[in-house]
Each structure stands twice: as structure tokens, then as C-alpha cells.
């Protein structure tokens, strides 16, 4: 085990990939892996792609001929065509002279199991414990593979008969694992990149719209579907995506029931999508990129920056019903909650410094969500205090405009019916 990442100046990466170099190329090796813990909703190798076809041997090569072109992108590390030969074991033919003699293969298989694996004679109870009997071949007898060949097989008639002269043996391989899905065989092809050499989505783009129909064209009836941290990632966006929507719905439902107005609920809600821009602002200061933890920061962010634009619809609505003109309730909601409005904002972002701030390395994959928070609502706060006013003026005017055509639309109609009067 390494050390603490704080007690150390290498990370756990850097340490594998050193680690890899040092290793170099091994000579027959089938697969190696070289692989370090990440913190934070990882999933799945960043490149996992699963073959699908009804053919084992189809399969085989399409996922021979997939690991093939992997190699050929700069950057792309610890490939694994998916495929593993298996463990070894003897694959045994029944000739015509064993069969005459009535042997079957079940006949074959058990005798053979026997010989080597061995037959349960007796099973006694002592205590708690069931000791079975074995019965088989001496050890010395069980080592070599020689026994195989001269092993008397036992004939229904009672008679015996050489292995080799009753039945073909032929070295073959057990496959340790075969995965379906509907019904089809499948293998998974796998790799990593080395971070900064090779841009894994552009790797994965290439490989779906350039090696994938090349392949599909060669195996007929071959399919694929990507997996590991890709798939992971947009399941995971969809549904946050779906949960966001249904979040903003819920919002918009709540604040237009106290306001009775579906116009001022938009209002209050159009700080959100500046949060989001402020969001991006903090990333872009801090060197981060945009990952599913800020999105996750973006949604509540969602459910904050529509405080500040709440609090002053809210009291410039109270001043106009008090007989205040429209204007100057909103000028004078603006200076009263002003204050508020910025200890609030400003007391959020201080409240999450020390997260943004953290240098642990356990702490690292959360600072992304906090910058979405913290720069969203300053950024927000800004858009509140000067564009929420004009959209309340604009929303304003949109309304007596509608009244107005709706008044001219009625005098229109009353017209028309006073002179078919």
C-alpha cells in the first residue's frame, strides 16, 4: 500500500505510470493492467466497447481485430481485446471401435473423472463434519499426462479397452467465463489513455465513426454498445438532466401560486441560467473542467440564485399594492433588499472557500461542485440586482400591452355587433 497522498509528492497515477514504464514490454504475457484508485463517481475503464455476435469465433476476431486498431492511436495504453484462451483440458472424440463396444461419452468422462479426480466411495459423519472417501489413481500415476492414453476404459460387456484405442484426445481450452446478452455472446474491449497525450472522448468518437463500420461491414451480424465511464457518464447526465427539469417544473409551480402571475415566475427563475454562467467562470479560473459533479453543483445551484430574485419580486409587488407606482417600487425594493441580498450571496461563497481551497487529494473531486456553487451565486447576485428590475419593467409592460389588445379586440367585436344590430 502507498502512503497517504498528503505524505507523498507522487500521485497515485504518476506512481502507475512509472511503474508501467519500468515494467516495459513482457514477453507472452496475455493481459496487464497497471490501474490506480480514482476519488469521485468513476465507473468502468475510460474506453470499454462490448462486441456482441452469435459466433464465438466471429467474436474472437472482431474483438482481435478492434484491439488491432487500438494500437494505432496515439496515447491509448493497457489494451485488452476481452478474449482469454481459458484453462487447458483434453477434448475427447469417441472412435468407431470404442462406440461399437457401446462406449458412450458419458461412459468416457466419468471414468476419466474418476481416474484422476477420484469416485466417492463412502461419506461418514464425524461430529459436525462429513468426510467423503475419494477412490482414484496413486499420485505418482496422476502427474503425467501419459496415463491418459494407457487408461483402461471399461466396456459395458464388462470388458476393457485402452483409452487412446477408444476414443481421440486433443488439446484444447475451457473458457472461464462466457457472457450473454438477449441471448448473444459477448465480449467487452477495454483500454485507458495516458491523461494530456490522447483525449479519450475524440479516441472513442474515431473508433464509432471510423473502426466499428469498417468492422461491422467485415463480421456480418456483428453489433456493439459502449460502456465503462462514457456510459456511466451520460446515464448519469440524462437522469440528472430528467431530475433537474422535473426540479424546475416543481420550482416554477411553487413560486407562481404565491405570486399568482406566470409571467413573474420566469422573472424570479431567469437568474438560473446566469448561474450557470457564473458556474462556468469559476472553472475557468480555477483550471477545472466542466464534470458531473458540477453539474451536480449547477442543480443546487438552481434552487439558491432564485432567493435573491424571490426577495425582491416579492417586496416590489408588496410596495405596488400598498399604491406605490410601479417604477419606484421596484427602485425602492432594489435599496431596501440590497443589503440582504449581498450579506446572503457573499456568506454563501465565503462558507464554501474552504472547500474550493482544499488541497487534499480526498477532497479534490468536491471542489468542482463548490466552484459551481460559490460562483454561481456571486455571478447570479450581479444579474439579480441589475437585470431582474428590467425583466420585472419588461414583464410589466408585456401585461398592459396584452390588455390593450385584448380591450382592442373586444371594442372591435362590440362594434361588429352594434351594427348587425
Same mark, same amino acid.
Given at each position: 500500500?502507498?502512503?497517504?497522498?498528503?505524505?507523498?509528492?507522487?500521485?497515485?497515477?504518476? &506512481?502507475?505510470?512509472?511503474?508501467?514504464?519500468?515494467?516495459?514490454?513482457?514477453?507472452?504475457?496475455?493481459?496487464?493492467?497497471?490501474?490506480?484508485?480514482? +476519488?469521485?463517481?468513476?465507473?468502468?475503464?475510460?474506453?470499454?466497447? =462490448?462486441?456482441?455476435?452469435?459466433?464465438?469465433?466471429?467474436?474472437?476476431?472482431?474483438?482481435?481485430?478492434?484491439?488491432?486498431?487500438?494500437?494505432?492511436?496515439?496515447?491509448?495504453?493497457?489494451?485488452?481485446?476481452?478474449?482469454?484462451? /481459458?484453462?487447458?483440458?483434453?477434448?475427447?472424440?469417441?472412435?468407431?471401435? /470404442?462406440?461399437?463396444?457401446?462406449?458412450?461419452?458419458?461412459? +468416457?468422462?466419468?471414468?476419466?473423472?474418476?481416474?484422476?479426480?477420484g469416485?466417492?466411495?463412502?461419506?461418514?459423519?464425524?461430529?459436525?463434519?462429513?468426510?467423503?472417501?475419494?477412490?482414484?489413481?496413486?499420485?505418482?500415476?496422476?502427474?503425467?499426462?501419459?496415463?491418459?492414453? *494407457?487408461?483402461?476404459?471399461? $466396456?459395458?460387456?464388462?470388458?476393457?479397452?485402452?483409452?487412446?484405442?477408444a476414443?481421440? !484426445?486433443?488439446?484444447?481450452?475451457?473458457?472461464?467465463?462466457?457472457?450473454?446478452?438477449?441471448?448473444?455472446?459477448?465480449?467487452?474491449?477495454?483500454?485507458?489513455?495516458? =491523461?494530456?497525450?490522447?483525449d479519450?472522448? =475524440?479516441?472513442?468518437?474515431?473508433?464509432?465513426?471510423?473502426?466499428?463500420? !469498417?468492422?461491422?461491414?467485415?463480421?456480418?451480424?456483428?453489433?456493439?454498445?459502449?460502456a465503462?465511464e462514457?456510459?456511466?457518464?451520460?446515464?448519469?447526465?440524462?437522469?440528472?438532466? $430528467?431530475?433537474?427539469?422535473?426540479?424546475?417544473?416543481?420550482?416554477?409551480?411553487?413560486?407562481?401560486?404565491?405570486?399568482?402571475?406566470?409571467?413573474?415566475?420566469?422573472?424570479?427563475?431567469?437568474?438560473?441560467?446566469?448561474?450557470?454562467?457564473?458556474?462556468?467562470?469559476?472553472?475557468?479560473?480555477?483550471?477545472?473542467?466542466?464534470?458531473?459533479?458540477?453539474?451536480?453543483?449547477?442543480?443546487?445551484?438552481?434552487?439558491?440564485?432564485?432567493?435573491?430574485?424571490?426577495?425582491?419580486?416579492?417586496?416590489?409587488?408588496?410596495?405596488?399594492?400598498?399604491?406605490?407606482?410601479? !417604477?419606484?417600487?421596484?427602485?425602492?425594493a432594489?435599496?431596501?433588499?440590497?443589503?440582504?441580498?449581498?450579506? $446572503?450571496?457573499?456568506?454563501? &461563497?465565503l462558507?464554501?472557500?474552504?472547500?474550493?481551497?482544499?488541497?487534499?487529494?480526498?477532497?479534490?473531486?468536491?471542489?468542482?461542485?463548490?466552484l459551481?456553487?460559490?460562483?454561481?451565486?456571486?455571478?447570479?447576485?450581479?444579474?439579480?440586482?441589475?437585470?431582474?428590475?428590467?425583466?420585472?419593467?419588461?414583464?410589466?409592460?408585456? =401585461?398592459?400591452?396584452?390588455? *390593450?389588445?385584448?380591450?382592442?379586440?373586444?371594442?372591435?367585436?362590440?362594434?361588429?355587433?352594434?351594427?348587425?344590430s
Amino acid at each position: 500500500l502507498l502512503t497517504p497522498p498528503d505524505q507523498r509528492d507522487i500521485s497515485t497515477q504518476d &506512481f502507475a505510470d512509472a511503474w508501467r514504464k519500468a515494467a516495459g514490454e513482457i514477453v507472452g504475457l496475455e493481459s496487464l493492467r497497471f490501474e490506480s484508485a480514482q +476519488l469521485g463517481p468513476h465507473s468502468g475503464k475510460p474506453l470499454e466497447i =462490448k462486441l456482441s455476435h452469435r459466433d464465438m469465433d466471429v467474436l474472437e476476431a472482431a474483438s482481435n481485430s478492434l484491439a488491432k486498431a487500438l494500437h494505432g492511436y496515439d496515447g491509448v495504453i493497457d489494451i485488452d481485446d476481452g478474449f482469454s484462451e /481459458g484453462k487447458p483440458q483434453f477434448d475427447f472424440t469417441i472412435l468407431s471401435r /470404442g462406440r461399437s463396444l457401446g462406449i458412450t461419452a458419458g461412459d +468416457l468422462g466419468r471414468q476419466v473423472r474418476n481416474a484422476v479426480y477420484g469416485a466417492e466411495a463412502l461419506k461418514q459423519q464425524r461430529g459436525r463434519d462429513t468426510v467423503s472417501v475419494m477412490v482414484r489413481l496413486p499420485q505418482s500415476e496422476r502427474v503425467s499426462e501419459q496415463t491418459i492414453d *494407457e487408461l483402461m476404459i471399461r $466396456t459395458p460387456a464388462g470388458g476393457e479397452i485402452p483409452l487412446n484405442q477408444a476414443a481421440l !484426445a486433443t488439446r484444447g481450452s475451457s473458457y472461464i467465463s462466457i457472457n450473454r446478452t438477449d441471448g448473444r455472446r459477448t465480449i467487452t474491449v477495454s483500454a485507458d489513455v495516458i =491523461k494530456g497525450k490522447a483525449d479519450i472522448n =475524440k479516441v472513442i468518437d474515431s473508433v464509432v465513426n471510423n473502426d466499428l463500420p !469498417a468492422m461491422m461491414e467485415n463480421y456480418p451480424g456483428l453489433s456493439y454498445d459502449l460502456a465503462g465511464e462514457r456510459k456511466q457518464g451520460m446515464e448519469s447526465f440524462t437522469s440528472l438532466l $430528467t431530475g433537474f427539469s422535473i426540479a424546475l417544473l416543481v420550482m416554477y409551480c411553487l413560486v407562481a401560486i404565491p405570486f399568482r402571475s406566470y409571467m413573474q415566475s420566469i422573472v424570479v427563475l431567469f437568474a438560473i441560467p446566469f448561474g450557470f454562467v457564473g458556474a462556468l467562470i469559476g472553472h475557468i479560473l480555477f483550471g477545472y473542467s466542466l464534470s458531473l459533479m458540477s453539474m451536480f453543483g449547477v442543480v443546487a445551484l438552481a434552487g439558491v440564485v432564485i432567493n435573491d430574485s424571490l426577495v425582491l419580486v416579492h417586496t416590489a409587488n408588496r410596495m405596488q399594492s400598498e399604491g406605490m407606482a410601479i !417604477a419606484d417600487a421596484m427602485q425602492n425594493a432594489g435599496i431596501r433588499r440590497f443589503r440582504p441580498i449581498i450579506l $446572503t450571496s457573499f456568506t454563501t &461563497f465565503l462558507g464554501l472557500t474552504p472547500m474550493i481551497f482544499e488541497t487534499s487529494l480526498q477532497a479534490r473531486f468536491l471542489i468542482p461542485m463548490a466552484l459551481s456553487l460559490g460562483f454561481g451565486v456571486l455571478f447570479a447576485t450581479l444579474i439579480t440586482l441589475l437585470l431582474v428590475p428590467a425583466f420585472y419593467m419588461i414583464e410589466v409592460d408585456v =401585461k398592459e400591452l396584452i390588455k *390593450e389588445i385584448f380591450a382592442d379586440i373586444r371594442g372591435f367585436l362590440r362594434h361588429k355587433e352594434s351594427e348587425t344590430s
